[in-house]
């Protein structure tokens, strides 16, 4: 009988079944759905060649990480991606978690998920009864995070975990984010536009020379995350909250895949409301300490012109010219009243930020 499993045991098995049985010394789950074929290794990207079957492994100091992935309706994704994610850590020799985070899945997601839990201790998960959206998603991942440095990355196959390894290598660097950054993306030609658009204009008002905020594969420090309150849609902007916290930021290319299986979740409500998180970051991160600095700008800017309009209007009329058919008068009156009503906004905004003034609020790097 022993024999017998041995010779089983030696049998050639598909090579994510063997990864199982290697990391979990368990029965594996059923995977009737899993496609062996998801990363084509010999892509080049970016004047490199990404083969790394003969790379040494990539030592680092990080010895403890967690990977963060939120799942919606990627039943098809999640045992390739599980299987890569072990095959890249195995050879870096640290202790790591991976936590998915089910954001109200309608399809076999959560049920794999628990599988997977079942068989291997480092696979957990949070399961959300409804879809609340990938900003709650992440910002729960990050309150279970247990690892010195935690890694994000989307379930949907196209972020590569092989890039993992690299995000750490360069945040070892002294960098507290290190963003991905997808120069060759697989996607549609509507996405990439739009992606280019909303990342253009991202620079332009955060003022962070970065090519891709919305890259979902990103590497941040514990500390990072536990001061990041991430909600509603402004994980697109964590680079920018982050930076407004007084955190380095940097960047570097990842290899982007073709999505393999479901649908994407890009849609055109998307530029509506990453419009109306834009206006909201600059103003939580620029102004929420200093609300004069926004309001009485606008509130003088209002009230000089509305000054100036009157003032024009005023000379008319002492050049006996009848004023009565010009509309500017209600014009000038307007933007004088709107000025002083920035002006109050703002004088209320700062006595508010005066008597709520609290030391946690300061973020200490170092002390002694």
């Not at 729960?140 to 890039?163: C, H, R, W, Y």
């Not at 993992?164 to 120069?183: A, F, H, Q, R, T």
């Not at 008068?329 to 307007?334: A, D, H, P, Q, T």
Request: glycine content about 6%.
């Amino acid at each position: 009988m022993e024999d017998q499993r041995n010779e089983d045991r030696n049998q050639p098995q598909s090579s994510q079944n063997s990864s199982e049985n290697r990391e979990n010394k368990s029965e594996p789950v059923n995977k009737s759905n899993y496609k062996k074929s998801y990363y084509n290794r010999r892509r080049r990207f970016s004047g490199r060649n990404v083969d790394s079957s003969n790379q040494a492994p990539t030592r680092i100091s990080f010895k403890k990480i967690s990977i963060v992935v939120p799942v919606l309706n990627e039943e098809d994704s999640i045992f390739p991606l599980i299987n890569e994610i072990r095959k890249v850590l195995k050879p870096m020799e640290l202790w790591y978690e991976v936590i998915l985070i089910d954001d109200g899945s309608t399809d076999k997601s959560l049920s794999l998920i628990k599988d997977l839990s079942r068989t291997d201790k480092r696979i957990k998960f949070i399961s959300f009864r409804k879809n609340y959206g990938k900003s709650a998603a992440l910002q729960m991942g990050f309150k279970e995070a247990a690892g010195e440095a935690v890694i994000t990355m989307d379930s949907d196959l196209q972020d590569d975990p092989n890039e993992i390894p690299n995000l750490l290598k360069k945040m070892e660097e002294g960098y507290d984010v290190v963003s991905g950054w997808k120069k060759i993306r697989q996607d549609p030609f509507i996405k990439k536009i739009s992606s280019k658009f909303f990342n253009f204009v991202t620079r332009i008002f955060s003022g962070i020379k970065i090519h891709d905020f919305n890259c979902g594969l990103k590497a941040y420090r514990k500390s990072v995350t536990e001061s990041l309150n991430v909600h509603g849609e402004l994980h697109r902007y964590m680079p920018v909250l982050a930076h407004w916290q007084g955190y380095s930021i940097a960047e570097i290319p990842v290899k982007h895949h073709p999505r393999r299986y479901g649908k994407t979740k890009f849609g055109i409500s998307r530029f509506f409301k990453g419009f109306i998180d834009l206006i909201t970051v600059v103003f939580t991160t620029r102004y929420i300490k200093r609300p004069m600095h926004l309001f009485g700008f606008l509130g003088a800017l209002s009230f000089l012109a509305g000054l100036v309009v009157n003032g024009y209007l005023t000379y008319l009329w002492f050049d006996n010219q009848p004023l009565s058919n010009r509309p500017m008068l209600f014009l000038g009156i307007l933007l004088i009243i709107v000025g002083v009503q920035f002006f109050s906004v703002g004088l209320l905004g700062e006595l508010m930020v005066h008597n709520l003034k609290d030391e946690k609020e300061y973020i200490i790097k170092d002390k002694s």
